[in-house]
Every structure is written in structure tokens, then in C-alpha cells.
């Protein structure tokens, strides 16, 4: 089977969409993972919006098949659950969005659907630039919802992880 992996900023309300639609909205499980301390948990269609905005959920993961939640960290869950669909959330910090991440070692049909749908509702094409040396480059595979390029036009930064000092500017 192929991999994926989309490195993407989209606001907590676009991702929710994304889940429900795209995701469980096709019969596929859910799995909240928390951390301090490391949780995980099946999570319902109706706690789409609660467990996106939730600042302890760092992480997503779907399944195809009846999640196993019984894991003591990250490692034994994905053991425990193989070829699940990961996505970890970016988040709203006081330097920035932070950005999400959709992936799979092995893609299955319904993986790559919902990829296919992720792309469908968000662009491809950013600048990154250094805060510091004003260096750039262009990365024409990061993809921005509409939402987050507007927060972006507004001046708030998207990162790829919170210290980073480098701010990736959509290219539209």
C-alpha cells in the first residue's frame, strides 16, 4: 500500500468539517489522544467540534476497523492499531498557527479519499521566511485552508511548530 503525508494549517472549525465529512462521516473510528498524561480514547461524531478545540488533544487517529485504545503511550497505540490514518492538530499559540499534519503508512482507499478531500479544501504553495535573515524558499507542496491564509493576511504567523523562526506565507 502507499503512504501519505500533507502538512497543511487550517483553523480548529475547518478541521472539524474535515473530520466529520471526510473522515467519520464515512464509518470510520476516531481515537483522541491526550496528553499530560498520555491518553486515548474512541471519540463520536457529536464530539467532532469539543475534541478539536480541546487544548489537551494533540492527535487523531482513525481506523478501518474497532480502535484498541489499551496503550501506555504513542508507539503501542499505532502497534495496536496499524494502518490507522494519524493526524496531529496544529494549534493557536501566542506566535502563531501552528501546523497539522495528515498521515498513514499504509494508505487505504479510504485514506487516500479523505486526502483527496483535504486537498479539495485547502491550496498548495507557501514562502517560508526566517524572521531573522529574511532568507526564503518556496514550498509548493504545503497546503493552507482558506481560513488560516486570511489569518495570515491579518498578520498572524503560520509555523510549523511554535519556536520556529521561520513563518510560511501563503502563496495566494
Known amino acids: ?8 494549517h487550517a483553523l480548529p472549525e475547518e ?9 467519520l462521516g464515512q464509518g470510520i473510528h476516531g481515537i483522541a489522544v491526550e496528553y499530560h498524561p498520555f491518553s486515548a480514547r474512541v471519540f463520536a461524531l457529536s464530539e467532532v467540534d469539543r475534541i478539536v478545540n480541546s487544548p489537551t ?3 487523531l487517529l482513525f481506523t478501518e476497523r474497532p ?7 504513542n508507539v503501542a497505540l499505532l502497534d495496536r492499531n ?4 494519524v493526524l496531529n492538530l496544529g494549534r493557536m499559540t501566542p506566535r502563531g498557527l501552528e501546523e497539522c499534519q495528515l498521515s498513514s503508512k499504509d494508505a487505504s482507499p479510504a485514506w ?4 483527496a478531500e483535504l486537498k ?19 514550498n509548493r507542496s504545503h497546503r493552507v485552508s482558506p481560513r488560516a491564509t486570511q489569518l495570515a493576511k491579518r498578520g498572524v504567523a503560520l509555523r510549523q511548530f511554535a519556536q520556529s523562526p521561520v513563518r510560511l506565507e501563503p502563496r495566494r
Do not use: Y
Open 1 to 8: 500500500m502507499p503512504s501519505l503525508s500533507i502538512q497543511f
Open 15 to 23: 478541521i472539524g468539517d474535515f473530520v466529520r465529512d471526510a473522515v
Open 57 to 59: 488533544v494533540r492527535r
Open 67 to 73: 480502535p484498541k485504545c489499551d496503550a501506555p503511550g
Open 82 to 85: 496499524p494502518g490507522a490514518l
Open 112 to 115: 487516500l479519499r479523505a486526502a
Open 120 to 138: 479539495k479544501r485547502t491550496f498548495a504553495g507557501v514562502v517560508a521566511v526566517h524572521d531573522e535573515t529574511r532568507a526564503e524558499s518556496v
